[in-house]
């Protein structure tokens, strides 16, 4: 059985934002990523095919989507992001690490 | 775009379980469950036909499973369950909420 601590085995570079799946069957994936200061490249957005339900574990986070908005995330804050409803990481705090959990559903 | 935050807006009394859906799509169903002092009923198991990745956010909690083994679970720990693993909650903390975020996939 798969198990472990959302909190623990934090990467000890962050030169990338870290990609790790938990678990996960067919085209749903459960991952935790951890950021720290990384933001999504300047030009382009995610525009994704299925919907991507998010929460912001530790650290903060800003989301900017395509019609102008944007979502600042704290501790707990999650969002249900639409398919293709075009985002960005705008922004990640630079001196903590920021833990997502990302369900791909 | 639907949003919350898992720490905020816990139900006023503990008399029951509270389950809320947070997000799902067919037979995918992500959502939060707090407990204060609540367990399985004392005869029977969860016997489920998908599996379930829970992660402990806030509290204290034992799982048992039908094989004879538990397991605690303290803040970001998770464990992904297998469809039909019998298991049950034994024990959350009695004296503060406990909170999980659970995913049928």
């Known amino acids: 059985m798969n198990k472990g601590n959302l909190f623990a085995a ?3 570079t962050f030169d990338e934002e870290t ?3 938990l678990a996960g069957r067919g085209e749903v994936r459960i991952e935790r990523i951890v950021s720290r200061g990384h933001r999504s490249p300047h030009e382009g957005w995610y525009d994704q095919d299925r919907p991507e339900w998010v929460a912001l574990l530790a650290g903060e986070a800003r989301l900017r989507f395509d019609d102008g908005g944007t979502l600042m995330l704290r501790p707990g804050d999650y969002v249900d992001i639409p398919a293709h409803c075009r985002h ?10 920021t833990i997502w959990l990302a369900v791909h559903y």
Do not use: H, I, M, S
């Open 19 to 21: 990609f790790e799946q």
């Open 88 to 97: 960005r990481v705008e922004w990640t705090a630079p001196d903590t690490e």
């Open 10 to 12: 934090l990467p000890e």
